[in-house]
């Protein structure tokens, strides 16, 4: 599977520590790891979108780490 590329859209805090983050694209990712964005949408931040071991998928926004996301 090719890095899928998009621009953040939208991130929000669900509760409990819960984060989603939404692409231009339209596709919704929530965040699996216990980490809080550091990152706000006013800026157009690139993000790539890639599978990684056991059906995981790996998200880096900007020049951030890469981070584990599940498509919601």
Known sequence: MQPNSA???SV???GGGVW?????DGLTWRLTE?????FSTRRQYP???RRAAMG???MK???YPP?????Q
Do not use: C, N
Not at 20 to 24: G, I, V
Not at 67 to 71: M, P, Q
């Open 7 to 9: 621009t953040l859209a």
């Open 12 to 14: 929000r805090d669900v």
């Open 20 to 24: 989603l983050l939404t692409l231009d």
């Open 34 to 38: 216990s980490v809080e964005p550091a």
């Open 47 to 49: 993000v790539t979108v």
């Open 56 to 58: 995981s998928y790996l």
């Open 61 to 63: 926004v900007g020049s």
């Open 67 to 71: 981070f584990r996301v599940r498509r």
